[in-house]
């Protein structure tokens, strides 16, 4: 077994913690067997002094065959490597 990983921006109105959730739904859509998440950067947004729109810089981990990744893994990895979701 490999790990392969994608890095994500997560985004959320709510927190950091969805802002993540958020970042991991998305690459779950096209990814399978997610095993972990690293968050390396968290920022936010700042309006008349609060706090409205939380990111999250996350690298997703995905388990995948010795040899084995799908076409789909693939465009994926190389589609949102780096990118905001």
């Known amino acids: 077994m490999h790990v392969k990983v ?4 997560g985004e959320s109105h ?3 913690k ?4 958020q970042a991991v739904n ?3 859509r096209e990814v ?3 095993t972990g998440v690293e968050i390396y950067n968290l920022t936010a947004d700042v309006v008349n002094g609060q706090l409205t729109d939380y990111k999250a810089n996350v ?6 065959q010795r040899g084995q990744i799908n076409q ?3 465009q994926y990895h ?3 490597q780096g990118d905001i979701l």
């Open 14 to 16: 709510s927190g950091w």
């Open 72 to 74: 789909q893994q693939q």
């Open 26 to 28: 998305e690459a779950s």
């Open 6 to 9: 994608v890095e994500l921006v």
């Open 32 to 34: 399978p067997n997610i």
């Open 18 to 21: 969805d802002a993540v959730q």
């Open 59 to 64: 690298k997703i981990a995905y388990a995948t």
């Open 78 to 80: 190389h589609q949102y």
